[in-house]
C-alpha cells in the first residue's frame, strides 16, 4: 500500500517535523497569550477543580492518534483541559505540601533550554550549560555557608538529592570494602539514624541502597520536633553493643511537617565521635540559612558531608530542580565514574573540563541549573531573599490570626513557613473538633477556593498550611481562614 505524503507550502519541510516560519510565529503567539492569560488571572485562580477522576480520564480517553492536528486548535483544547483546570500552584490560594509557585524568568529559561536541547552530561554536548551548573553549584555553597571546595549537581528535587548524598555517603564510607563492585553481600548490618519527622525520601533511600528500612533507626523528637540527641546517642551505643556498624546520621535543616530544625552542630558532633557520616536534609528549609536573622539556627549544616536542597522550594523554580553538596568533586567522581568507550575522553585535549555523566548517575539530563542561573541574574538573591523574608513574615501573621480567634487553636511554634492549626468552632466537644479537623480536607477539596492538606502531629490531626509564594499577601492569608470557617460551618 502506497503511502502520500502531506506537502506543506514550504518544500523544504516535507520531510521534518518542523512547522514553516509563518505557523510557527502564530504557535508561539498563541502561547505566549496562554501564559499571559495565566498571570493575568492569578488573583481570583482557585485552589483546586474538584472534579471526578473518571471525567478527567475521559477528556483524554482516545486512540493512539495517527494523523496530526491543528496545532493552533491543540492548544485550544490544552487551555480548557489542562492549564484552566489545573491545580493552583501560581496563584495565592495554594497552602498545600510545598508548592512555591515558580517565577517568570525561570519559565522562559526553561523554553529555551528546551529549544536548544542540550544534554548536560559531558562538556562538549553543553559546554555553556556545563559551566552554568558549576557555577549555581558554587553560589549555592555560598548562599548555604558550605565550603567553596565543594561539590555539586542538580537533580529532580529533594527526595533525589538526598538519595544521591546518601549513595555517595554509602560508597565513601565503605570504600575499603569496595561496595562499588562487591556489592553489601557478606557485610553486617550498618545503621542510619534520623528523627521521627524526617521526610519518607530517607526510608526510600535507605531502602533502594540495600541498607534496608529494618537498619534505618526513627529517633523520638523533643517538645518542638527536633531529634532527641540523648536518645539518638544511646540508639547508636546499643548497636554498637549488638554488633551492628553505625553509619550515617540524617539531620533536619527543616521538617516538612513543622519546619523543625535539629541541632546540626550536636549531630555533627556524634557524628565525628562515632566516625560517621552526617548528611544534612535541607530540601525543604535549607536556603532559608541564607537569611541572617536564621543562620544561628542553621549552626553546624557547614559541618555535614553532604547536603540535600530543593530550588523549587526556596528559590521559587518551576518543577523540577533540587541540588546535592558533598565537600568536593572528588567523592562525586568516586562513587559514579564508570569507564566506557563511548564516552572515553582520552583523545581530547587536556583541559579543567568536568563531565556530569562521571559526577552523577545520568547519562541524559535536562540542563535544570539554567532557570536557576537566570532566576539569579534576573532577580538577584537579595530579592529572592525578601520573597522568603517576606513568607516568614506572612507565616507569623497568620500564627497571629489563630492565636487571637476564638475558633482556631495553634498547635505547631516554627521558624520557618509552615503554622499547623486546628478549626476548633465555639463550644464543640473535643470528639466533634477531631471530627469537624478530618472532614475538613475533602469538603475544602471539594470548595476548590483554598487547598490546604493535612498532617499528625503526636497522633493529632491538623490542618498544616505552608507558605512558599512570593504572590501570597496578608490579605490572602486572611481569606485562607475566611474560607475554612465557612466550610467548617457546613460540618459542624
Given at each position: 500500500?502506497?503511502?502520500t505524503?502531506?506537502?506543506?507550502?514550504?518544500?523544504?519541510?516535507?520531510n521534518?517535523?518542523?512547522?514553516?516560519?509563518?505557523?510557527?510565529?502564530?504557535?508561539?503567539?498563541?502561547?505566549?497569550?496562554?501564559?499571559?492569560d495565566?498571570?493575568a488571572?492569578?488573583?481570583?485562580?482557585?485552589?483546586?477543580?474538584?472534579?471526578?477522576?473518571?471525567?478527567?480520564?475521559?477528556?483524554?480517553?482516545?486512540?493512539?492518534?495517527?494523523?496530526?492536528?491543528?496545532?493552533?486548535?491543540?492548544?485550544?483544547?490544552?487551555?480548557?483541559?489542562?492549564?484552566?483546570?489545573?491545580?493552583?500552584?501560581?496563584?495565592p490560594?495554594?497552602?498545600?505540601?510545598?508548592?512555591?509557585?515558580?517565577n517568570?524568568?525561570?519559565?522562559i529559561?526553561?523554553f529555551?533550554?528546551?529549544?536548544?536541547?542540550?544534554?548536560?552530561?559531558?562538556?562538549?554536548?553543553?559546554?555553556?550549560m556545563?559551566?552554568?551548573?558549576?557555577?549555581?553549584?558554587?553560589?549555592?555553597s555560598?548562599?548555604?555557608?558550605?565550603?567553596?571546595?565543594?561539590?555539586?549537581?542538580?537533580?529532580?528535587?529533594?527526595?533525589?538529592?538526598?538519595?544521591t548524598?546518601?549513595?555517595?555517603?554509602?560508597?565513601?564510607?565503605f570504600?575499603?570494602?569496595?561496595?562499588?563492585?562487591?556489592?553489601l553481600?557478606?557485610?553486617?548490618?550498618?545503621?542510619?539514624?534520623?528523627?521521627?519527622?524526617?521526610h519518607?525520601?530517607t526510608?526510600?533511600?535507605?531502602?533502594?541502597?540495600g541498607?534496608?528500612?529494618?537498619?534505618?533507626?526513627k529517633?523520638?523528637?523533643?517538645s518542638?520536633?527536633?531529634?532527641?540527641?540523648?536518645?539518638?546517642?544511646?540508639?547508636?551505643?546499643a548497636?554498637?553493643?549488638?554488633?551492628f556498624?553505625p553509619?550515617c546520621?540524617?539531620?533536619?535543616?527543616?521538617?516538612?511537617?513543622?519546619?523543625?530544625?535539629?541541632?546540626?552542630?550536636?549531630?555533627s558532633?556524634i557524628?565525628?565521635?562515632?566516625?560517621?557520616w552526617?548528611?544534612?536534609?535541607?530540601?525543604?528549609?535549607g536556603?532559608?540559612?541564607?537569611?541572617?536573622?536564621?543562620?544561628?539556627?542553621?549552626?553546624g549544616?557547614?559541618?555535614?558531608?553532604s547536603?540535600?536542597?530543593?530550588?523549587?522550594?526556596w528559590?521559587?523554580?518551576?518543577?523540577?530542580?533540587?541540588?546535592?553538596?558533598?565537600r568536593?568533586w572528588?567523592?562525586?567522581?568516586e562513587?559514579?565514574?564508570?569507564?566506557?568507550?563511548?564516552?572515553?575522553?582520552?583523545?581530547?585535549?587536556?583541559?579543567d573540563?568536568?563531565?556530569?555523566?562521571?559526577?552523577?548517575?545520568?547519562?541524559?539530563?535536562n540542563?535544570?541549573?539554567?532557570?536557576?542561573?537566570?532566576?539569579?541574574?534576573?532577580?538577584?538573591?537579595?530579592?529572592?531573599?525578601?520573597?522568603?523574608?517576606?513568607?516568614?513574615?506572612?507565616?507569623?501573621?497568620?500564627?497571629?490570626?489563630?492565636?487571637?480567634?476564638?475558633?482556631f487553636?495553634?498547635?505547631?511554634?516554627?521558624?520557618?513557613?509552615?503554622?499547623?492549626?486546628?478549626?476548633?468552632g465555639?463550644?464543640?466537644?473535643?470528639?466533634?473538633?477531631?471530627?469537624?479537623?478530618?472532614?475538613l480536607i475533602?469538603?475544602?477539596?471539594?470548595?476548590?477556593?483554598?487547598?490546604?492538606?493535612?498532617?499528625?502531629?503526636?497522633?493529632?490531626?491538623?490542618?498544616?498550611?505552608?507558605?512558599?509564594?512570593?504572590?501570597?499577601?496578608?490579605?490572602?492569608?486572611?481569606?485562607?481562614?475566611?474560607?475554612?470557617r465557612?466550610?467548617?460551618?457546613?460540618?459542624v
Amino acid at each position: 500500500m502506497n503511502k502520500t505524503i502531506d506537502k506543506t507550502p514550504d518544500d523544504t519541510l516535507v520531510n521534518t517535523l518542523d512547522y514553516s516560519a509563518q505557523e510557527l510565529q502564530s504557535i508561539l503567539q498563541k502561547t505566549t497569550d496562554l501564559v499571559i492569560d495565566q498571570y493575568a488571572r492569578l488573583a481570583e485562580q482557585k485552589g483546586f477543580h474538584a472534579f471526578e477522576q473518571k471525567e478527567v480520564a475521559s477528556w483524554f480517553d482516545e486512540p493512539l492518534p495517527l494523523a496530526g492536528s491543528d496545532a493552533l486548535d491543540l492548544l485550544q483544547v490544552v487551555k480548557e483541559r489542562v492549564l484552566d483546570t489545573a491545580t493552583g500552584n501560581l496563584g495565592p490560594n495554594m497552602y498545600a505540601y510545598v508548592m512555591a509557585g515558580g517565577n517568570q524568568i525561570s519559565t522562559i529559561a526553561d523554553f529555551l533550554a528546551s529549544t536548544i536541547n542540550q544534554n548536560a552530561t559531558k562538556w562538549h554536548l553543553g559546554h555553556a550549560m556545563t559551566e552554568i551548573e558549576k557555577r549555581v553549584v558554587a553560589w549555592t555553597s555560598d548562599m548555604v555557608g558550605y565550603t567553596p571546595e565543594a561539590g555539586g549537581v542538580m537533580v529532580s528535587g529533594g527526595s533525589a538529592a538526598t538519595l544521591t548524598g546518601l549513595t555517595v555517603a554509602r560508597n565513601i564510607f565503605f570504600r575499603k570494602y569496595n561496595v562499588n563492585k562487591n556489592g553489601l553481600f557478606g557485610m553486617k548490618p550498618f545503621t542510619v539514624y534520623c528523627s521521627k519527622e524526617t521526610h519518607s525520601s530517607t526510608d526510600k533511600s535507605v531502602s533502594l541502597l540495600g541498607i534496608g528500612t529494618n537498619n534505618l533507626r526513627k529517633i523520638a523528637t523533643d517538645s518542638e520536633f527536633k531529634i532527641d540527641l540523648a536518645a539518638l546517642e544511646q540508639q547508636i551505643n546499643a548497636d554498637i553493643a549488638a554488633g551492628f556498624t553505625p553509619f550515617c546520621i540524617v539531620g533536619n535543616a527543616g521538617t516538612v511537617n513543622t519546619g523543625a530544625i535539629d541541632d546540626l552542630t550536636a549531630l555533627s558532633r556524634i557524628a565525628k565521635q562515632h566516625s560517621m557520616w552526617l548528611h544534612v536534609d535541607g530540601a525543604y528549609g535549607g536556603l532559608v540559612s541564607s537569611l541572617p536573622e536564621l543562620k544561628d539556627k542553621y549552626a553546624g549544616m557547614e559541618l555535614a558531608d553532604s547536603v540535600a536542597l530543593d530550588f523549587h522550594k526556596w528559590l521559587y523554580q518551576p518543577f523540577e530542580i533540587g541540588c546535592t553538596l558533598v565537600r568536593n568533586w572528588d567523592v562525586l567522581r568516586e562513587s559514579y565514574f564508570k569507564q566506557a568507550d563511548y564516552l572515553d575522553t582520552s583523545l581530547e585535549a587536556k583541559s579543567d573540563r568536568l563531565e556530569f555523566n562521571e559526577h552523577y548517575f545520568q547519562l541524559s539530563r535536562n540542563a535544570k541549573a539554567f532557570k536557576v542561573w537566570m532566576s539569579l541574574k534576573a532577580y538577584g538573591f537579595a530579592k529572592i531573599q525578601a520573597m522568603m523574608q517576606k513568607d516568614l513574615d506572612l507565616t507569623r501573621y497568620l500564627e497571629k490570626q489563630v492565636k487571637a480567634a476564638s475558633d482556631f487553636e495553634l498547635k505547631s511554634k516554627s521558624d520557618l513557613a509552615i503554622a499547623c492549626f486546628r478549626y476548633v468552632g465555639q463550644d464543640l466537644s473535643t470528639e466533634k473538633i477531631i471530627d469537624v479537623n478530618q472532614r475538613l480536607i475533602p469538603a475544602l477539596e471539594a470548595d476548590g477556593r483554598v487547598f490546604i492538606t493535612g498532617t499528625r502531629l503526636n497522633g493529632e490531626f491538623v490542618l498544616r498550611a505552608c507558605i512558599i509564594n512570593h504572590r501570597k499577601t496578608e490579605a490572602s492569608i486572611d481569606y485562607l481562614l475566611e474560607v475554612i470557617r465557612d466550610v467548617a460551618s457546613t460540618l459542624v
